[in-house]
């Protein structure tokens, strides 16, 4: 059996309870985040070193299989 979590901003609270519950990563897939033409990301829009880049949030999707 498998479960597919999204883990956002590297929260893995979530995941890493079912790893201790005996599941195994099977695989990690990184989710590209669209960023506008204004230079938004994930609807955040805080600077990141006052050079006018923005910062949005990161996503993955954790698989985990269990026996």
Do not use: C
């Not at 201790?20 to 099977?26: E, L």
């Not at 960023?35 to 990141?48: Q, W």
């Amino acid at each position: 059996m498998e479960q597919v979590f999204l883990v956002k901003n590297g929260n893995l609270a979530e995941v890493n309870n079912w790893l201790q519950k005996g599941g195994r990563v099977k695989s990690i897939h990184p989710v590209s985040e669209i960023v506008s033409a204004y230079g938004y990301a994930g609807g955040r829009d805080e600077f990141t070193n006052g050079q006018g880049s923005y910062v949005g949030n990161i996503y993955a999707y954790v698989v985990i299989e269990f026996n």
